[in-house]
């Protein structure tokens, strides 16, 4: 069964950093793209913060999405990471990660993590 | 303000048939095609349809979805207790050079 084993909660002070973890199950990490997107309580909708080519590692993140986020890779551990630095109130939400087959679509979710940015 | 325009909700009786739209422009809608996702409070969302109405293996066929110009809209028939969800459409914007979401659509079965 393939899935996207997502690692727990975390709770941060402005300022700080977090990194977040998408193990994928049942299929091989390089073998599809990554994407990342998050939802902000009480916002409208899902932001899709970008993707990473699993096979080259090149990223590629959307606009407003530049400089604080990283993705990253772990083949060995089957694992794609968020790293999110200088942490702002506004980005409390939660992180999804999820397969891209396509550019335009994901076809597998992991089932989020939430990140609370408070002091 | 979401790119892609939604209605905050729809609600139907169970077996009634809902549809609900999806907003965009030119730049979106109009040149590529609009994916459609499930969002469940606690769970992993779940792709419904994507590149012109294809359904993932899994989702019944009671899910459909009609594109004209730049709106497009997800049907669902047979409504279920079930389909009780938040749905989202998405599609990549030529202008953003990126994937774009829309607001969100509430769907109540009553």
């Known amino acids: 069964q393939e899935q996207l084993v997502q690692s727990g909660s975390e709770l941060k002070r402005p300022g700080a950093s977090v990194k977040v973890s998408c193990k994928t199950s049942?299929?091989?990490?390089?073998?599809?793209?990554m994407n990342w997107v998050r939802q902000a309580p009480g916002q409208q909708g899902p932001e899709w913060i970008g993707?990473?080519?699993?096979?080259?590692?090149?990223?590629t993140y959307a606009q407003g999405f530049t400089g604080r986020f990283v993705f990253s890779l772990d083949t060995s551990l089957s694992t794609a990471f968020l790293q999110i630095s200088s942490l702002k109130a506004e980005d409390t939400a939660v992180y999804y990660c999820?397969?891209?087959?396509?550019?335009?679509?994901?076809?597998?979710w992991g089932s989020g993590t939430t990140v609370t940015v408070s002091s | 303000q979401s790119v892609l325009t939604q209605p905050p909700s729809v609600s139907g009786t169970p077996g009634q048939r809902v549809i609900m739209s999806c907003s965009g422009s030119s730049s979106n809608i109009g040149s590529n095609t609009v994916n459609w996702y499930q969002f469940l409070p606690g769970t992993a969302p779940k792709l419904l349809i994507y590149s012109d109405n294809q359904r993932p293996s899994g989702v019944p066929d009671r899910f459909s979805e009609s594109k004209s110009g730049t709106s497009a809209s997800l049907a669902i028939s047979g409504l279920q207790s079930e389909d009780e969800a938040d749905y989202y459409c998405a599609v990549w914007d030529d202008s953003l050079n990126g994937l774009v979401f829309g607001g969100g659509t509430k769907l109540t079965v009553l």
């Open positions: 999820a397969r891209g087959p396509s550019y335009y679509y994901m076809d597998l």
């Open positions: 049942g299929y091989t990490l390089t073998r599809y793209a």
């Open positions: 993707w990473i080519n699993t096979n080259s590692g090149k990223p």
